[in-house]
T-cell receptor, first 119, second 113 residues
Framework: NAGVTQTPKFQVLKTGQSMTLQCAQD?????MSWYRQDPGMGLRLIHY???????DQGEVPNGYNVSRSTTEDFPLRLLSAAPSQTSVYFC??????????????????FGPGTRLLVL | QQQVKQSPQSLIVQKGGISIINCAYE??????FPWYQQFPGKGPALLIA?????SEKKEGRFTISFNKSAKQFSLHIMDSQPGDSATYFC????????????FGSGTQLTVLP
């Protein structure tokens, strides 16, 4: 399995440009999510999806769109790039294990990240 | 509002020493507390996780201590090694179908040889 793959690895945009960050997973995970990572702020959830055709907003959704037409793919679209969107973006998919007392383990598999610079 | 507060921001430990990273949370609906390890240029990877019905979980040199009444949990790395040098994130997740992770701000650990 390739796990979670992201493209591109690095991208430079000018303010106002749009682009799509690609994310794909081959583990048949239902849950996928997008995070941005900024220094001193950890990872913040942008959007997530609990299955094909279902998406919802996370903590910082403004300026981003997502869609989930298949289980495997979860692209993130920047509608009109702004310098504040300069960040490292991580896509993740997760696998939930249940025990007799409830949720035992939730393993989120992260992609290698996309480093985005908006000028 | 930061729901998961992590400290310290950076930590330097000698090889063989104990590394301790602390986190505190506010939302009592959180019921799953994982720790992630991230090496430079890589995505975070799940290290160890705990549910609030236990006070401690150990996996090899890594131990989570959990204090439900204080709403605090910590990661202890015993016999720290230079290969443990990485950024560590605590996180918390609530129950339900959303399964959203809220991350702490991260701790950059450096283990000196």
């Amino acid at each position: 399995n390739a796990g979670v793959t992201q493209t591109p690895k690095f991208q430079v945009l000018k303010t106002g440009q749009s682009m799509t960050l690609q994310c794909a997973q081959d583990m048949n995970h239902e849950y996928m999510s997008w995070y941005r990572q900024d220094p001193g702020m950890g990872l913040r959830l942008i959007h997530y999806s609990v299955g094909a055709g279902i998406t919802d907003q996370g903590e910082v959704p403004n300026g981003y769109n997502v869609s989930r037409s298949t289980t495997e793919d979860f692209p993130l679209r920047l509608l009109s790039a702004a310098p504040s969107q300069t960040s490292v973006y991580f896509c993740a998919s997760s696998y939930l294990e249940w025990g007799h007392r409830g949720r035992v383990r939730e393993t989120q598999y992260f992609g290698p990240g996309t480093r985005l610079l908006v000028l | 509002q930061q729901q998961v507060k992590q400290s310290p921001q950076s930590l330097i430990v000698q090889k063989g020493g104990i590394s301790i990273i602390n986190c505190a949370y506010e939302n009592t609906a959180f019921d799953y507390f994982p720790w992630y390890q991230q090496f430079p240029g890589k995505g975070p990877a799940l290290l160890i996780a705990i549910r609030p019905d236990v006070s401690e979980k150990k996996e090899g040199r890594f131990t989570i201590s959990f204090n439900k009444s204080a709403k605090q949990f910590s990661l202890h790395i015993m016999d720290s090694q230079p290969g443990d040098s990485a950024t560590y994130f605590c996180a918390a997740m609530g129950s339900g179908s959303a399964r959203q992770l809220t991350f702490g701000s991260g701790t950059q650990l450096t283990v000196l040889p």
